[in-house]
């Protein structure tokens, strides 16, 4: 039976390059919450953000589990920042007797902030697609919320070095 790959790991981790590496190899369909929302709001609700977000996640998580069980395996490029939220997950796909692997995208502090400053230079230029500009305020607000996983929560863990 086909999968559900989640990607877990920090903004600019390369979780997104990681789900493109992947995709042709295992046969899957990439979704992304970022991608989602920039198509449909450009990124711009301010507040309302958030909710549209989530909203965003709840329809494409409903979409994974028609999509694996047409017999396709999804990945799913979106962070899972907290042990509470990668739980659900794992519980929300096991109700439909559906597999999640989970992959870590480790990455070393000064690699991290190398790729956030050639983020925020790409969208400086028009460059950045779905990607949001990561300036002081939102990665600490960001970094508040990360509850980095353990070696034995995941099943496979990738160093980005």
Known sequence: MSKVMAICGKICSGKSYYAKQIKEKENAVILSKDEATYELIDNKQGEFYNVFAERVNKYLMKKAVEIVK?????????????????????????QFGIDVEWHYIDIEQTRWEQLIEERNIKIQSGNGGSDIYVDEGLLNKLLSKIEEPTRDEMDIWIENK
């Open 70 to 94: 047409a017999g396709c395996n999804i990945i799913l490029d979106w962070g899972f920042w907290t042990k509470a939220e990668r739980q659900e997950t794992t519980k929300y796909f096991n």
